[in-house]
């Protein structure tokens, strides 16, 4: 079975042949960051097929964010290009969870929590924690916050 890593090198040779140079740009900006992210501590690892999805993850927010801001900005083209590298990285990352999956969620871990003696916002960390761990990759940490917040207030 091949890894993510090993599925982004053979995808961006793939690229090169056929010349797209957006995929080519974007996966080997990828894996650049997935090798600082293995040479990062005191020494180099390999990564786990879920740590080179956190990676992707975090490069896919920062793509979108910088569209949002582009776009604020008036700059179109420059918006364009983030969304076209978004769409790449997202080929990589599972499935988003909707929010209605997540809140489903959410209200199943803050009933265990109310049983366990934490309720209010008192909870949310607990709460929080519980919910990522049920979710793991596939739902974006600020949204669970989010819901979570809006369900302890």
Not at 12 to 24: F, Q, S
Not at 49 to 54: E, F, G, P, T, Y
Not at 133 to 151: E, W, Y
């Amino acid at each position: 079975m091949t890894t993510l890593k090993e599925t982004l090198k053979s995808d961006l040779t793939a690229a090169m042949k056929a010349g797209d140079e957006t995929v080519r740009g974007t996966l080997r900006m990828a894996l650049a960051a997935v090798t600082n992210a293995e040479v990062a501590g005191d020494e180099a690892v390999e990564l786990s097929d879920d740590q080179v999805v956190a990676v992707l993850q975090a490069e896919a927010k920062k793509r979108s964010e910088a569209a949002e801001i582009y776009a604020g900005a008036g700059r179109t083209d420059a918006a364009a290009k983030e969304r076209a590298e978004l769409a790449v990285l997202e080929r990589y990352l599972p499935a988003a969870m909707s929010e209605a999956e997540i809140a489903a969620i959410v209200a199943e871990e803050i009933a265990a929590a109310a049983a366990a003696g934490n309720s209010g916002p008192k909870a949310m960390g607990t709460v929080v924690k519980a919910v990522r761990a049920r979710v793991g990759a596939s739902a974006d940490g600020s949204v669970v916050a989010n819901l979570v917040k809006a369900a302890l207030a």
